[in-house]
């Protein structure tokens, strides 16, 4: 079950739907973060707390949102850095969102096609006939196309 489910059924479970803030604790308790991670997404400056009460911190209930939110986004594949510039601690889309968006899955999409590649290349090696990759001509092929790009690469 994915945090985003997790918290959302906590919430519903746990929290008096007139229920406005909670503490670290409460908060820790909802989303399965330890305290000293919402610790770190404060100062990261993806969420903040409305004060403190008792020495703890004190957070609105939609926190628990923005968490889920976070969490989508770095399943998304985007860093704490990169969700810090995309939302602020209270939720606001960066006015940029779709073009971060849009490059994050171009960067996706370039990732997949080399982990397909990659996939390829194991499968090959897997049942190649050849007792040595050395002698496989097709391995030797790819290997002497990756040199010639190593070379490329640095010529520029």
């Known amino acids: 079950m994915s945090l985003s489910l997790q918290v959302e059924l906590r919430f519903k479970s746990m929290v008096d739907p ?3 803030v909670m503490d670290i604790s409460e908060l820790s308790a909802l989303t399965g973060l330890a305290p000293s991670a919402l ?15 008792g020495g703890k911190r004190i957070y609105r209930a939609r926190t628990v ?4 939110l976070i969490d989508l986004l770095k399943v998304s594949g985007f860093t704490l850095p990169e969700i810090a510039k995309l939302i602020d601690p209270d939720g606001h889309v960066s006015p940029d969102w779709r073009e971060r968006a849009r490059a994050k899955q171009e960067h996706l999409r370039r990732q997949l096609a080399d982990i397909e590649r990659a996939l ?5 090696t897997i049942e190649c006939p050849h007792t040595s990759l050395h002698e496989c001509p097709i391995h030797q ?16």
């Open 18 to 20: 007139g229920s406005v």
């Open 39 to 53: 610790r770190f997404y404060e100062r990261r400056g993806l969420i903040t707390p409305i004060g403190r009460a």
């Open 141 to 156: 092929a790819v290997v002497d196309a990756h040199a010639d790009t190593l070379a490329t690469s640095r010529d520029t």
């Open 120 to 124: 390829a290349m194991l499968q090959h």
């Open 65 to 68: 949102q923005q968490i889920a």
